[in-house]
C-alpha cells in the first residue's frame, strides 16, 4: 500500500514529480495529500525543481488558449521549444467554467470567470483556492490586479471608469479586496487617465503596473502615454512614469517580467514597416523606472509583415539568448484565427513559429503569463 511508505521513501518518491502534479497526489491516500500539502517539503521540491530548470536553461509559462489554462515549458535549444505540460486550472467545477483572463503574483494566479459571476485565486502547487464573490457585482469591463502589501497580505484590485464624450463618468467603481478580512474597500479615485480594457497589469513585487493614458484629448496631438503603478501597501495609483517610445492610438503595447526584478514593454507600431521593439528596465518601482538601451529591435516587413494584435501582444523575453516569444493568432501571409501561435523572434533574422493548437473561439486571443511556484498560503478569513 503506498500509504505503508515510510514518509522518508515518500518524500524521495514525490519529489520525482513535477511541483504542479501534487495536486493529483493529493486523492491518492491521506498520508500523501497531507505530505503534499506541507511547506517545508514543497519549498525543497521547488527549490529542486527551479535548479534543474536554470540547468536546463528552461522556464514555465502560463497560457490561457480558448478559455482554458495550461503550464508549458520554454526551453530554446529544443528542437521543439514549446512543450505543454498539461492543463492547469483543475478546479471543482473546471468543465463548466470558462477562463476569460488570468494574472500571476507570487505563485498565485487569479482568474476571472467568462459568465463574470466571481473570482478566483488559485495556487496550482498547494492546491489552495479561493472563490471571490462580488460586493455588488462584477462588470465585463472591469479590470484587475492581484497583488500584496508590505505585510504579505494579498488584495484584489477591481475597477471599471466608463465615461461620455465630453468624459463625464457613466460608470465608476474603484474597490479592494482583501483577504485577511474576506471584504471589499471601496477607494475614492478621480482619475485624469485611461486604461485601456485589453492592456492587462503586469504584478512585480506585489504591485501591479499598467500601460495608460490621458484621458482628456489634446488639441492638435495625441494622447500622453505612460506607466501607472498600483502601490498595494498605500493602496494608492502612483505618479505617471516614462516610457522609452512615444506610441499613438492602435500600437501594439504589452509588458512582461524579467526575472523577479524587471519589467519588459513591447511596442509596435501599427503601420508600416512594423519594426518591433522591445526593452528592459534597469530600474523599476511604483515611483519610478529607467530603461536600459533597447533589448530588441527587429524590422517585421521580410517576415511577411507581422504586426501583432493590440487586443494580445503577450510575450516573453529570454534576456540571455536576446530572443522573444509573442503569443498571437495566425497572422501574416494570410490570417487564420482559427490557430493559435507563438512567434519567436530574435536577431539577425531569427523567425520560428510555433502551433499551439486549434483555437474554436475567433474572438480569445491567447494570454500568457510567467509562472514560479510557490508554498505561500494566503491568510484568508473564511465564513
Avoid at 221 to 244: K, N
Avoid at 321 to 334: S, W
Amino acid at each position: 500500500m503506498l500509504s505503508d511508505l515510510p514518509k522518508d521513501l515518500a518524500e524521495e518518491v514525490l519529489s520525482k514529480l513535477p511541483v504542479t502534479s501534487l495536486r493529483g497526489v493529493r486523492s491518492t491516500c491521506k498520508k500523501w495529500n497531507t505530505l503534499s500539502k506541507d511547506r517545508s517539503f514543497t519549498r525543497r521540491l521547488i527549490g529542486k525543481e527551479e535548479a534543474k530548470k536554470k540547468q536546463r536553461k528552461e522556464f514555465h509559462v502560463v497560457m490561457m488558449l480558448d478559455f482554458r489554462v495550461s503550464l508549458f515549458r520554454i526551453n530554446l535549444l529544443n528542437p521543439n521549444p514549446i512543450e505543454r505540460l498539461g492543463q492547469l486550472i483543475s478546479l471543482d467545477d473546471a468543465n463548466q467554467v470558462d477562463i476569460s483572463n488570468i494574472f500571476h503574483c507570487d505563485g498565485f494566479l487569479l482568474c476571472t470567470m467568462k459568465d463574470i459571476s466571481r473570482l478566483v485565486v488559485w495556487n496550482p502547487c498547494s492546491g489552495q483556492t479561493i472563490w471571490i464573490k462580488p460586493r455588488n457585482s462584477f462588470n465585463i469591463w472591469d479590470r484587475y490586479a492581484l497583488g500584496y502589501d508590505v505585510m504579505k497580505n494579498h488584495k484584489v484590485l477591481r475597477f471599471v471608469d466608463h465615461y461620455d464624450l465630453q468624459r463625464r463618468p457613466l460608470l465608476r467603481e474603484f474597490e479592494i479586496y482583501s483577504f485577511d478580512s474576506d471584504s471589499w474597500k471601496v477607494l475614492d479615485v478621480n482619475p485624469d487617465w485611461d486604461i485601456e480594457f485589453v492592456h492587462r497589469g503586469l504584478s512585480l513585487h506585489g504591485n501591479t503596473y499598467w500601460f495608460a493614458r490621458d484621458k482628456v484629448f489634446p488639441r492638435g496631438g495625441d494622447h500622453s502615454y505612460f506607466l501607472l503603478c498600483f502601490d498595494f501597501t498605500t493602496e494608492t495609483f502612483g505618479p505617471r512614469l516614462p516610457l522609452p517610445f512615444h506610441p499613438f492610438f492602435a500600437d501594439t503595447v504589452a509588458l512582461s517580467s524579467v526575472g523577479d526584478n524587471q519589467i519588459a514593454v513591447l511596442f509596435q507600431r501599427c503601420s508600416s514597416p512594423y519594426t518591433l521593439k522591445i526593452w528592459i528596465s534597469s530600474k523599476i518601482e511604483p515611483n519610478a523606472v529607467s530603461w536600459k538601451k533597447s533589448f530588441l529591435k527587429v524590422d517585421m516587413k521580410p517576415l511577411m509583415g507581422i504586426s501583432f494584435s493590440f487586443t494580445g501582444g503577450s510575450f516573453f523575453v529570454d534576456e540571455e539568448k536576446k530572443v522573444a516569444v509573442v503569443l498571437d493568432k495566425n497572422i501574416g501571409g494570410g490570417c487564420d484565427p482559427t490557430r493559435n501561435i507563438a512567434y519567436i523572434i530574435g536577431k539577425k533574422g531569427y523567425f520560428k513559429r510555433v502551433d499551439l493548437g486549434e483555437s474554436r473561439h475567433l474572438t480569445c486571443w491567447p494570454l500568457g503569463c510567467s509562472y514560479v511556484p510557490s508554498s505561500v498560503q494566503i491568510n484568508h478569513k473564511t465564513a
